[in-house]
């Protein structure tokens, strides 16, 4: 896993149980994603001249702990699996105060052309991915 994304917990994303509501966990994973494409070489704005889009088709998450007011978190994230046209992203956020779990799970992304269409993953992403983290994922 890469930490690639640090926030601190804001009041307005705390429920009335004083600790962050579940839906934001979901912004923080999306904000984890950008953050991994930017790491690689990929930032959002620059995908459009490869023709090639990421849609959302999954986001599976899992909580173990909570996180309140004020904690620092640190979200990390890799490329689980690498489909035909589909990449599974691996999330972990933790509160950095005490490296607790706080949350885990999948996004499950498609590569679409300018049409909407699913589309291959391009062989320049795949060799940014490599080279971030090291390997490809295996199937």
């Given at each position: 896993m890469h930490e690639v994304y640090e926030n601190t917990v804001r009041f307005e994303e705390t429920d009335a149980q004083g600790i962050v509501f579940f839906g934001n966990y979901t912004t923080y994973a999306d904000?984890?994603?950008?953050?991994?494409m930017d790491a690689i070489g990929y930032p959002y704005e620059?995908?459009?001249p490869l023709e090639w889009e990421l849609h959302v088709v999954n986001v599976?998450?899992?909580?173990?702990a909570s996180a309140g007011v004020r904690d620092r978190l640190v979200n990390s994230m890799r490329v689980s699996s690498i489909g035909?046209?589909?990449?599974?992203?691996?999330?972990?956020?933790?509160r950095a105060a005490d490296d607790e779990l706080i949350v885990s799970g999948t996004l499950?992304?498609?590569g679409v052309d300018d049409d909407?269409?699913?589309?291959?993953?391009?062989d320049d992403i795949l060799a940014a991915i490599e080279a971030f983290q090291g390997e490809l994922p295996t199937a």
């Open positions: 904000e984890t994603l950008m953050s991994y620059e995908r459009n599976d998450l899992s909580y173990h035909t046209s589909s990449l599974e992203f691996e999330y972990e956020c933790r499950t992304h498609v909407g269409e699913p589309t291959p993953v391009p």
